[in-house]
């Protein structure tokens, strides 16, 4: 009877630990800048490519902010608003996704649980 407890037991910790490993390697996570120009960066090798891509994603958008004002400068006003609307559009889309990532890990198990 007793080894039956045990067995039960250890069926309901098992998602327990995987919980807490998950919620540790998100803890682990840094913002996508920091850990990737940071040489002791912990993030997985799995999301250092996300990382990566993040960091590319920001640089766009400043990149664009940038040939905004250039083009504002020497009076190419399409080309400006092009620029200035693609930026706008980009950095929606990075709020958004924040949000809903946001959104998806108050839903994970928190590690005080």
Known sequence: MARGAEVDQ???QQPLVDQVKEYQ??????WAASSFLSSTSTASS???WIDGLLVIRE???FALLVFTFVAFYFKFIG?????????ALIYICMILKRKHK???QRML?????
């Open 10 to 12: 250890e069926l309901q």
């Open 79 to 87: 080309l400006a608003f092009f620029f200035a609307c693609d930026a």
């Open 59 to 61: 640089l766009v958008l």
């Open 46 to 48: 799995s999301s250092s």
């Open 102 to 104: 946001r959104s998806k």
């Open 25 to 30: 390697a998100r803890s682990r996570q840094a």
């Open 109 to 113: 198990l928190p590690l005080s649980m």
